[in-house]
C-alpha cells in the first residue's frame, strides 16, 4: 500500500515509473492499473524459485532501460540485484526493506534463506531503503551493510485521517458512551506480539478508578468471535467496559471519537502505522517503547515500557488528568508532527530527493 501510495502521487507520475511483480494478480495490482500504472508480472509461483522470470525481469529492464530500480522487499532485491548484474549498461537498485527482523527463525524457511542472500549481496546495492530505524539496525545486526542506510518512514493521508468532530458523535453514539466518557483505543490485529492481555490488565488497573473509562479495541480477529479475547475480557470485568469492533474500514473516523490512542504491543513492531494515523486525526498516543513507536510520538504523547500494565495505566491516568482541552492541544500537537515529518508529500519528497541523488552520483565501477 506504501508503494501505492508513492505511485498515486506526483512522484509516480513525474518518472513514469512501471512496477514489475514476482507474482500474479493481487488487489495492489489491480488499484496500480486503475492510477494508470503500467504492471507487469513474472508470474512466478510462491516458493518456487525461477530462472525464467529472472530472464524476463532481464527482458523487461532492457525495454524500459530505467535510471533507477526501486526492489519492494527482500525477494524483489534479490532478483533485482541479480539481473542488474547482468547488464550491460546497469541502473542503480535501491532495495526496499519494509519489515523489522527481531529473529529470523520466525520467517518461513525460503525467507530465511533469501534473507541470508540479501546480506551477503547488499553490497552491490547502490543504497537500503529501510522504512524505520529498528528495522535498520536490526538488519545491520545480521550483516546488512550499514554505509548504505537509508531510512524514509511511512507517509500518511492527513486528509483522509483528520480530526472529525462528526466522526467523533457519529461513533460515540453507535458504541453507546457519551462525550464525557473517557476512551481509550486499540488498533491492531490480533497477535501475541500486539499483547493485548497488556493493553486489557492496563484496563482493569484504570477502571477501578476511573468509572467513566471505556475502551475500544479493533482489527483482524478482534471481535466476538475470539474466544480467547473474550474470555480475558470476562476474567478482568471488562464486559461492559469494553468494545470489539472487528476488521473495521472506517479506522479514521475510529481514530477520531477516541480520547486517547495505544499501541500496547510486546515486540514485533518496526514503523507501526495505526500510531501515526491516530495522530494525523489529532489523538493523542500512549505507546510501548517498541520500534519506531517512541520516535513516531516524539514529544506529542507519552511512551511506557512493553509489558508493564501498571505504567501504561498510569500514562492513561495522566492523560485523563489533562483534561478535554489538554488532550486537545497535544493531538493538535500530533498531527503538526505528521503533517511536517511523516506526511505522505514529506514522505515522496525524501525519495525523490533519493533518486535524484542516486542518479547525481559518480557510478560505480
Not at 278 to 296: E, K, L, Q, R
Amino acid at each position: 500500500m506504501m508503494l501505492f501510495k508513492l505511485l498515486s502521487s506526483a512522484l509516480g507520475r513525474a518518472h513514469g515509473a512501471v512496477v514489475v511483480s514476482l507474482v500474479s494478480g493481487g488487489a495492489v495490482s489491480d488499484r496500480l492499473k486503475s492510477i494508470g500504472v503500467t504492471v507487469e508480472t513474472l508470474a512466478m509461483q510462491r516458493g518456487v524459485p525461477s530462472f525464467a522470470a529472472l530472464r524476463r525481469l532481464s527482458g523487461i529492464m532492457r525495454r524500459e532501460r530505467p535510471a533507477v530500480v526501486q526492489a519492494w522487499m527482500y525477494h524483489a532485491n534479490l532478483a533485482a540485484t541479480l539481473v542488474r548484474g547482468l547488464r550491460r549498461n546497469r541502473p542503480l537498485v535501491a532495495w526496499g526493506v519494509r519489515q523489522s527482523l527481531y529473529e529470523i527463525t520466525r520467517e518461513p524457511r525460503l525467507t530465511r534463506l533469501v534473507i541470508r542472500a540479501n546480506a551477503w549481496l547488499c553490497r552491490f546495492a547502490d543504497v537500503i531503503v529501510y522504512n524505520s530505524h529498528t528495522s535498520a539496525r536490526q538488519h545491520e545486526r545480521f550483516g546488512f551493510d550499514p554505509s548504505l542506510t537509508h531510512v524514509i518512514p511511512n507517509g500518511f493521508d492527513i486528509d483522509q485521517f483528520r480530526p472529525d468532530a462528526d466522526a467523533r458523535r457519529r461513533l460515540r453514539q453507535e458504541w453507546g458512551v457519551t462525550d464525557d466518557d473517557f476512551v481509550v483505543g486499540l488498533v491492531g490485529r490480533y497477535h501475541p506480539m500486539k499483547d493485548h492481555r497488556n493493553f486489557l490488565n492496563a484496563a482493569r488497573l484504570l477502571q477501578q478508578e476511573c468509572p467513566d473509562a471505556q475502551f475500544v479495541m479493533a482489527g483482524p480477529d478482534v471481535d466476538g468471535a475470539n474466544a480467547e479475547l473474550g474470555r480475558m475480557i470476562e476474567e478482568r470485568g471488562l464486559t461492559r467496559r469494553v468494545r470489539l469492533l472487528g476488521d473495521r474500514k472506517d479506522t479514521p473516523d475510529v481514530n477520531a471519537a477516541l480520547d486517547v490512542a495505544s499501541s500496547s504491543s510486546a515486540w514485533g513492531e518496526g514503523f507501526a502505522n495505526v500510531i501515526g494515523e491516530a495522530m494525523s486525526c489529532g489523538v493523542p498516543c500512549v505507546v510501548t517503547d517498541v520500534g519506531d513507536s517512541a520516535w513516531i510520538v516524539g514529544d506529542t504523547g507519552l511512551v511506557v515500557p512493553p509489558r508493564d500494565p501498571e505504567t501504561l495505566a498510569a500514562a492513561w491516568r495522566k492523560m485523563k488528568a489533562l483534561g478535554p482541552g489538554g488532550r486537545r492541544a497535544m493531538g493538535a500537537g500530533a498531527r503538526q508532527r505528521v503533517i511536517e515529518e511523516f506526511s505522505l508529500g514529506a514522505v515522496v519528497k525524501q525519495y525523490d530527493a533519493l533518486y535524484q541523488d542516486l542518479v547525481a552520483r559518480p557510478r560505480r565501477q
